[in-house]
T-cell receptor
Framework: QQQVKQSPQSLIVQKGGISIINCAYENTAFDYFPWYQQFPGKGPALLIAIRPDVSEKKEGRFTISFNKSAKQFSLHIMDSQPGDSATYFCAASMVYSVGNQFYFGTGTSLTVIP | NAGVTQTPKFQVLKTGQSMTLQCAQDMNHEYMSWYRQDPGMGLRLIHYSVGAGITDQGEVPNGYNVSRSTTEDFPLRLLSAAPSQTSVYFC????????????FGSGTRLTVV
């Protein structure tokens, strides 16, 4: 079954608006939650990540909010720009897992309209 | 520093043909993995390796073989291609115990007709 559930599947936002993508997980052993950004024809690239000991992490216009009790985390893109148009994947893993296995969400296609 | 290099970028196979997708990294990463990406499915782990000579199955290993004879290379073999293997394949690598530096290649788009 899907270990990490992601929504929405697609998102259209006006330039300058806020983009919000949500993810939920079941396995409480997960302790590392990254977000990956993927442009067409490219591999996913790490955007921002969080450990469950904090409730929020901000890097520039990108913020992860983490709710451990609800087993949910979300990506907020402030002041969204056309250059942010990409597919975003959330993921979950265990820092000390053998093989560094990641479980990915199904992805969100973000389009930022100028 | 090339990072993770995948070849070929595109490939069309006929059902039943075999081929090898190549993956090489120059970062001396111990861990290497293969994922497939399908619409609406996200990325799913096929096989992974924690070091030379050590491999294990991921979530969707059927129809694929791997080996790891060197630290740098981690090829993925399709023994008898099927249309269900039409996908985009990504190789990724990271340092042992350092999942923060997980690095993906640019992918191989495979079509099986």
């Amino acid at each position: 079954q899907q270990q990490v559930k992601q929504s929405p599947q697609s998102l259209i936002v006006q330039k300058g608006g806020i983009s919000i993508i949500n993810c939920a997980y079941e396995n409480t052993a997960f302790d590392y939650f990254p977000w990956y950004q993927q442009f067409p024809g490219k591999g996913p690239a790490l955007l921002i990540a969080i450990r469950p000991d904090v409730s929020e992490k901000k890097e520039g216009r990108f913020t992860i909010s983490f709710n451990k009790s609800a087993k949910q985390f979300s990506l907020h893109i402030m002041d969204s720009q056309p250059g942010d148009s990409a597919t975003y994947f959330c993921a979950a893993s265990m820092v000390y897992s053998v093989g560094n296995q990641f479980y990915f969400g199904t992805g969100t296609s973000l389009t930022v309209i100028p | 520093n090339a990072g993770v290099t995948q070849t070929p970028k595109f490939q069309v196979l006929k059902t039943g043909q075999s081929m090898t997708l190549q993956c090489a990294q120059d970062m001396n990463h111990e861990y290497m993995s293969w994922y497939r990406q399908d619409p609406g499915m996200g990325l799913r782990l096929i096989h992974y390796s924690v070091g030379a000579g050590i491999t294990d199955q991921g979530e969707v290993p059927n129809g694929y073989n791997v080996s790891r004879s060197t630290t740098e290379d981690f090829p993925l073999r399709l023994l008898s291609a099927a249309p269900s293997q039409t996908s985009v394949y990504f190789c990724a690598s990271s340092r042992q115990g350092a999942i923060y530096g997980y690095t993906f290649g640019s992918g191989t788009r495979l079509t099986v007709v």
